[in-house]
């Protein structure tokens, strides 16, 4: 395949690839340009190497990998998160269980808060920017994941405690003013496991048993150990799993038990107290 020389002929190429909104944000990355320069100027020269890297992003994203990982970013609660295979590319939706996160701990001078699965650490390295005054420890069972979020952190000027295990097992005997999670919440069987970006992005991230529940019910149940007196444990969830997740709440012995709605106005994160 020919490099296009120039910025409309790069256009014209992922023609009917991908979409045009996909193709232009890829040729900004590549090139450098900006999105006015791409929309007015299509006669344009691209350096070659730029046209090399659109041409191999291109056939990359024409096979479905999410733009994402294509650029090894995601913008997430207004800065940019490196992301790369190894970690779920965050999603608007799980802002949600920030703005929660920093209404809860913005209750005490100096919380303790605790991010269960961070994995690209975008949920942990928010919360710490947003509130400084609050310690975080953000935990993640994948090392690869854990060395990403690590990243972000340091790029993002943030400080916090990063553990390697599962759930809470890297916090024994600790207790938190706020725990968080976005755990995996899709059922197995979802036929969406097999649409999208989602194909590419990491299954123990996505999936926990035959109802999606099985880490969120793990996660509930051994909270208490780790709550501190009035704290509040927050759990992003599927828009369908609201009613399912204040379930397990109160039957927990949560109190002041309620879900959030995301901006699409699903139900998207339930949260209690505990007294
Ligand atoms: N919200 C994601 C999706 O449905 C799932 C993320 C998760 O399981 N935590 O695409």
């Not at 779920?88 to 996160?101: C, F």
């Not at 990063?162 to 005997?173: I, M, N, S």
């Not at 109160?250 to 699409?264: K, N, P, S």
């Amino acid at each position: 395949m020919k490099p296009p020389a120039t910025v409309g002929e790069a256009l014209a190429l992922a023609q009917g690839r991908i979409p045009r909104s996909e193709a232009r944000l890829l040729l900004r990355e590549a090139s450098g340009l900006s999105a006015a320069a791409i929309a007015a100027f299509p006669e344009r020269a691209l350096e070659q190497a730029a046209a090399a890297r659109f041409g191999d992003w291109l056939l990359r994203r024409e096979v479905g990998e999410p733009v994402a990982y294509i650029l090894g970013e995601r913008e997430f609660f207004g800065r940019r998160f490196r992301v790369q295979a190894d970690v779920l590319i965050p999603r608007p939706d799980t802002e949600l269980i920030v703005e929660q996160s920093l209404r809860f701990s913005r209750e005490w001078s100096m919380p303790r808060v605790l991010d269960l699965g961070t994995g690209s650490g975008a949920i942990a390295v928010s919360i710490a920017l947003e509130c400084p005054a609050a310690a975080v420890v953000a935990v993640d069972a994948s090392e690869v994941a854990l060395r990403v979020a690590q990243e972000n952190a340091r790029e993002l000027g943030a400080r916090l405690d990063f553990r390697l295990g599962c759930w809470f097992e890297p916090v024994a005997g600790e207790r938190f003013e706020v725990i968080a999670s976005n755990p995996p919440y899709i059922a197995a069987a979802d036929a969406h496991l097999e649409q999208g970006d989602l194909r590419f992005e990491p299954r123990s991230a996505l999936a926990s048993g035959d109802d999606g529940l099985d880490d969120i019910r793990h996660i509930v149940a051994t909270a208490p150990q780790y709550l501190a007196e009035r704290a509040c444990l927050l759990i992003e969830h599927g828009f369908e799993q609201g009613p399912a997740v204040r379930a397990l709440l109160i039957a927990q012995g949560f109190q002041e038990v309620e879900t959030c709605r995301d901006l699409a106005g699903h139900e998207r994160v339930s949260l209690g107290r505990w007294n």
